[in-house]
């Protein structure tokens, strides 16, 4: 059994008075044998109760049901929601940010869920579940509407729901990478943006005005935006098709690091390197993804800030559920310069 498993079997037995306040638990070996289960499952799914103030432990004498069980069970749960991203582990900015997200609401009493964006609340989460932290779009969101359970989203790919959102300075960001890569002499820089039929392009929206801002307060040239899908052909035919033109682009500023590394892959495979035949920048400052040898100039941000401020807004807006939702967020963010952009800088 996983600790999650493990858990929700013990907060089960809380909540319908298997266990009752007061009451001594059985050990962690006894609760091995029971369960099935290693004794670090049992003792992290103890731990984990004990931290939310379910269960309390006396030297000496053992584990027991808090006197006020009942009081914190009552919609103590809160979740966050994650892209699995191809894998089922949180990648690094995820844990970092869950690390800190877990952090937060155990001191508030709460009890935290992490959840895969496919993966489904049970019918016991969902009567517990007193808010949710998103990083993404999610099939489950039509269910929280419904319950009016407050979400706060920390997603770089848009919030169409209307539900408060902490996000980076996207566009005070992308200002900073282009005005560097205007300093660093690049002076045709085409921007590449989210396609449009397979994503929600709100986010993008301040990225790519700012790329046209910085260019026309400087009198550079203003392309139109590259739509980007690496899986559609015309894609790769589009690229090409800018690179054969007589004065192609001498950079591309690509306001997400995932696509910005897409883009220098296929720069790659039709021969031209980076930086030396052509410039590229991203933005967010997803090193986990770069290629060897090639950081990208990129604008990072403080992914515990994020958390924290979103973390404070969920807690304020579920004590006042009668206020108005919190009102959207932005942290700022700091330029990267790194090898990917390296002219003699004026």
Request: hydrophobic fraction near 35%; glycine fraction near 6%; aromatic fraction near 8%.
């Amino acid at each position: 059994m996983l600790v999650r498993q493990v858990e929700e079997e013990l907060l089960h037995r809380l909540k319908t008075g298997q266990y009752i306040p007061g009451e001594k638990l059985p050990s962690i070996r006894e609760m091995c044998g029971e369960f099935g289960c290693s004794y670090v499952i049992a003792f992290r799914a103890v731990q984990s109760l004990k931290q939310s103030g379910c269960l309390e432990t006396f030297k000496g004498s053992g584990t027991f049901v808090a006197r006020d069980v009942q009081k914190r069970l009552k919609k103590k749960l809160l979740a966050y929601i994650f892209d699995k991203s191809g894998t089922t582990q949180l990648n690094l900015h995820d844990s970092l940010r869950y690390t800190c997200f877990q952090r937060m609401i155990r001191e508030a009493g709460y009890m935290d869920l992490a959840l895969q964006e496919d993966e489904s609340f049970s019918p016991d989460e969902l009567d517990n579940l007193a808010g949710t932290l998103i990083t993404l779009r999610t099939p489950q969101i039509e269910e929280l509407i419904a319950r009016r359970i407050p979400c706060v989203f920390i997603s770089s790919l848009g919030n169409p729901y209307g539900f408060p959102s902490v996000i980076p300075d996207f566009y005070q960001g992308s200002c900073d990478v282009m005005r560097h890569m205007l300093r660093c002499g690049y002076c045709d820089i085409r921007c590449v943006t989210i396609d449009s039929e397979e994503f929600n392009q709100g986010s993008f929206v301040p990225r790519v005005q700012a790329y046209r801002d910085v260019l026309k307060e400087r009198g550079f040239p203003i392309r139109c935006p590259l739509e980007w899908d690496i899986r559609k052909p015309e894609t790769r035919r589009k690229l090409r098709e800018i690179m054969s033109e007589p004065h192609p682009p001498d950079s591309f500023f690509v306001p997400n690091d995932k696509l910005a590394v897409e883009v220098v892959q296929v720069l790659g495979e039709m021969g031209f390197r980076v930086p030396e035949d052509i410039g590229v920048a991203g933005l967010e400052n997803m090193e986990f993804l770069y290629t060897p040898g090639l950081p990208l100039t990129s604008a990072s941000f403080d992914n515990l800030a994020l958390v924290r401020e979103a973390c404070s807004l969920l807690l304020k807006w579920i004590e006042h559920p009668a206020q108005e939702p919190p009102q959207n967020r932005t942290i700022p963010m700091s330029l990267i310069e790194r090898k990917s952009t390296v002219k003699q800088q004026l």
